[in-house]
């Protein structure tokens, strides 16, 4: 008995779809009427965008909204006059994607940084004693005797944690 000689098969590489062309890419202003704030089904956060000719866009970047002068706690923004971003549309998937260019992603980040206000020490101080005093009003209720001389105390046992990291009970 002879063998058979065994096929060889050899493995094409898998056909990939030719890509589409890419269209130019042509920097241009929307004009935005309203932004729905919406999450995928995987959680992430996508923002869809009515144009004030009805035209719907999609942009999954926050700063979009923070350069319309929108807030990104509220669920819809409407803006009347419609407010202007400019940007790149780009079709993707059935959806044309809305997105900033580089040079305005970093200028309305720093932007954002900015209009958080940077908290000196002297306010930062007065937060924590704030705090204490709420702290020790707190521990206050506890006391079978309550009395101002008692609170002094609780207040500089707490401003001494705080302040120095250290506990001392008179």
Do not use: H
Not at 29 to 53: C, D, H, M, Q
Not at 141 to 166: N, Q, W
């Amino acid at each position: 008995m002879t063998k058979k000689p065994t096929k060889v098969r050899v493995k094409k590489p898998q056909e990939t779809e030719q890509e589409k062309p890419v269209q130019p890419i042509n920097r241009t202003a929307i004009r935005i009427a309203t932004i729905w704030s919406n999450k995928t089904k995987s959680g992430k956060p996508f923002y869809s965008l009515v144009l004030e000719t009805g035209e719907r866009l999609v942009s999954f970047d926050s700063n979009v909204v923070l350069l319309a002068g929108g807030d990104l706690k509220k669920n819809v923004n409407n803006f009347n006059p419609p407010a202007v971003v400019e940007g790149y549309i780009v079709d993707s998937g059935g959806f044309k994607n809305f997105r900033l260019p580089k040079d305005v992603q970093k200028a309305a980040s720093q932007t954002e940084q900015a209009a958080t206000p940077k908290r000196t020490q002297e306010e930062s101080d007065a937060i924590s004693r704030m705090s204490i005093l709420r702290t020790a009003a707190m521990l206050l209720e506890f006391e079978k005797v309550k009395s101002m001389k008692r609170f002094a105390e609780l207040i500089k046992i707490c401003e001494k944690y705080v302040f120095e990291g250290k506990i001392e009970v008179a």
